[in-house]
């Protein structure tokens, strides 16, 4: 329904400038641009590559502490991983099955897949070569060692044996390859091994192959003892010690070779929405599926035999363009352990301690509700006022209800601890649990069962819109008369992410707010029509047309029109091209999009008064903020929701208007972001960035570090 409002609406813009009458002596306008072209757009998945490869950046940046640096090159990691098992298997998929289909870009899957593989390969290679050649030296001059196996002692070689023998050798279990011992299903992302063996069995078998599956229980770094060390810290990976003794596990035969290797397997949950009858039921039975779907990625020791590396490719119905050749561990992102391994404190980010206001400090959150709103910005200012607001709800014998939204949690955080104290007194506890919050479904699954438990009413939202508002609100009964206050956020309840990722709180009593949050409840739980908010704006109903609006009103501002929007992901095609109409009409722009944009910038008669930055720093930017200049009376809201196809049509998402002191202050860090010229990266209408750095003399301004100092001690 919003998407065929907003094509109306383009329809109708057409319409009227079709009417325009021509002046005989004037010059003939050039006929108006078709702004559904494909070269007007990026691919996404290309774009989200980039966003990986910016990330990957971070590893050289020097003026990062050098844990910090190998952090960012696990990251990369980590979302590349994420990037085959979801992206790459979807594209994989409509290949398999003759579905294809292509967005805004037109590029084909066969060919965004060929230079998925091209990127890939680049830059995977070069990880590694930024790994062994700068970071490990790096390490190694801080006193950080990882051992080769060649660089053991015998002192160490006796310790890591008896370490083999104790915790590796009775939880591994080599698997020979013959007629009775087929090819292993294998876990997705586990480290594996293959291995080439000569001679007979004790029953005369003579496969000449095996395969030992590294037992996931145990860890993929192990810290050697101080005593057994000439100083500093000392670790060797468990792949080492499965190389060195692998002998041990084939008595009587010979290891000619032993290689380590990953498969990544399509990890998205697919089901029939329309068949389903109980989603936690549903989510269960699909969740074992995601550790064995179908190949997408092979990664394999560079030391492989190519016959080896064939044999392997043969098994997962894999070819060569799906294979990665690494010099180094497989399973990079499992070195995260270091962070619990060497406690080196200089070479991590320096501390620091969210700020908190006096007020909020004082413990009274209703009381200081009741007098003003508060605007919290993540991680510079302290998320412990979102938390207190539901643990004094809890207690509160005033407090009637309490009404959440739950997405990425946790089983035992403070905000569960909470709901489920609030439930156990007898208040009315109702939580909308989003089961498929990516990768979270079994821990939210145990989320709803602690909270059922506990007598919370659970809701899991509706089947085919992912709620991923951020909501909370409680019910207290004040002066003979209920008052409702309100949180609303741009990212999870989560006070882990609250220290990592930014985001902005929004606290409020405002009852206008708070009479919107009850009204998008009652969709969420109940059934009925869509129903008419005051001030803020939901999606799949209202969000999407309401940004088309206000950028056509920018537009029609011309060169005084101005538009900033702070967003993780510029997908949507008719957002889109709502911003190339206004960038033609004359209306600055300026989008800072962290990751996936189609936009392309600077196009000539497109986009010229269009800009596109991305900042990558020290925290993950996760909030979402547009701003719409409107001649001097802005209009600013802070949002769930990003500017994708899934977000605005398909979610359930808030988008919330601020004003007075706090809008300016949004303002204020939005300026500071379009200022930032140190961890900011500029986007090209070819696609590619450039980092921006400081013109000689110019002050070197960094967003992140300049919020610190104004809010963090």
């Known amino acids: 329904m919003v998407e065929q409002v907003a094509e109306q609406s383009e329809a109708s813009i057409a319409l009227v400038e079709s009417r325009a009458p021509i002046a005989v002596t004037e010059p003939v306008e050039a006929p108006p641009v078709n702004l559904k072209a494909p070269e007007l757009y990026i691919n996404r998945e290309l774009s989200h590559l980039q966003f990986n490869v910016r990330v990957l950046e971070q590893a050289l940046d020097e003026s990062h502490p050098v844990l910090e640096r190998l952090m960012f090159l696990l990251i990369f990691s980590s979302n590349l991983d994420e990037f085959f098992e979801i992206r790459v298997a979807e594209l994989m998929r409509q290949l398999k099955y003759s579905r294809e289909t292509v967005g805004p870009d037109a590029l084909h899957p066969q060919v965004v897949m060929k230079r998925i593989g091209e990127i890939c390969s680049a830059h995977v290679e070069r990880q590694y070569k930024i790994l062994n050649d700068i970071i490990f030296p790096e390490l190694e001059k801080e006193d950080i060692h990882f051992l080769r196996r060649r660089d053991w002692s015998d002192e160490q070689r006796d310790w890591i044996k008896v370490y083999f023998e104790e915790k590796v050798l009775p939880v591994v279990s080599p698997i020979g390859l013959d007629p009775s ?94 068949e389903v009858e109980d989603l936690a039921r549903t989510l269960r039975g699909e969740l074992h599926s995601r550790k064995f779907g179908d190949a997408v990625r092979l990664e394999v020791d560079q030391r492989t035999p190519e016959a080896l590396i064939d044999f392997l490719l043969r098994e997962f119905s894999l070819d060569e363009a799906h294979t990665y050749r690494v010099d180094g561990p497989v399973n990079l992102t499992r070195m995260m352990a270091l962070r619990d391994l060497v406690d080196r404190k200089e070479l991590r980010w320096k501390p620091y301690t969210p700020g908190m206001s006096k007020k909020l400090k004082q413990g009274g959150v209703f009381e200081v509700l009741r007098i003003r709103d508060q605007l919290l910005h993540h991680p510079f200012q302290s998320f412990a006022p979102v938390v207190d607001l539901l643990r004094q709800a809890a207690k509160d014998p005033k407090v009637l209800a309490i009404k959440q939204t739950l997405y990425r949690t946790g089983v035992n955080s403070d905000i569960v601890n909470a709901l489920v104290d609030a439930a156990r007194s007898g208040k009315e506890v109702t939580v909308v649990i989003e089961l498929r919050a990516r990768f979270d479904e079994e821990s939210n699954l145990q989320l709803a069962g ?68 009850h009204k998008i409840f009652q ?98 930017e996760h909030t979402r903020v547009y701003y719409f200049g409107n001649k001097g009376e802005p209009e600013v809201f802070c949002s769930s929701a990003d500017w994708m196809e899934r977000n605005m049509l398909n979610r359930v998402e808030t988008g919330f208007p601020l004003y007075g002191k706090l809008a300016v202050r949004i303002k204020q860090d939005l300026d500071l972001y379009l200022a930032d010229n140190s961890h900011s990266w500029e986007l090209h209408s070819d696609g590619s960035y450039t980092l921006n ?21």
Not at 195 to 213: C, Q, T
Not at 229 to 248: K, M, P, R, T, V
Not at 693 to 713: K, T, V
């Open 181 to 274: 011992h087929p090819f292993p299903r294998l876990v997705n992302k586990s480290l594996n091994f293959i291995v080439e063996l000569d001679g007979k069995d004790a029953f005369g078998r003579e496969s000449g192959m095996a395969i030992i599956p590294a037992p996931r229980s145990l860890p993929r770094l192990i810290r050697l003892p101080d005593n057994l060390c000439d100083g500093g810290d000392n670790l060797i990976f468990l792949s080492s010690i499965i190389h060195e003794f692998a002998a041990e596990l084939f008595p009587g035969m010979t290891v000619e070779g032993c290689y380590q290797f990953r498969i990544t397997r399509n990890a998205d949950l697919t089901f029939d929405s329309e």
């Open 450 to 517: 602690r909270l059922q438990e506990a007598g919370a009413l659970v809701v899991y939202g509706v089947v085919d819109f992912k709620t991923h508002a951020k909501m909370m609100l409680v019910v207290r009964r004040e002066e003979g008369k209920l008052v409702r206050y309100s949180h609303l956020g741009t990212g999870n309840y989560h006070s882990g992410t609250a220290r990592l990722y930014t985001d902005y709180s929004y606290m409020t009593s405002d009852e206008d707010v708070g009479e919107d949050v």
């Open 523 to 620: 969709q969420l739980t109940g059934m009925g029509k869509i129903l008419r908010l005051k001030k803020l704006q939901n999606a799949p109903f209202t969000l999407h047309s309401r940004m088309i609006d206000l950028i056509n009103r920018e537009a029609k501002h011309g060169k005084d029109g101005h538009i900033i929007v702070k967003v993780n992901g510029l997908t949507e095609p008719q957002l889109i091209r709502a911003l190339y109409r206004a960038s033609q009409a004359g209306a600055k722009i300026e989008l800072i999009v962290r990751g996936m944009c189609r936009l392309r910038p600077g196009l000539e008669g497109i986009s010229e008064t269009i800009t596109v930055r991305s900042i990558i720093g020290r925290f993950l």
């Open 693 to 713: 750095q400081p013109a000689e003399g110019e002050e070197l301004i960094s967003a992140q570090d300049a919020l610190l100092r104004a809010f963090a001690s």
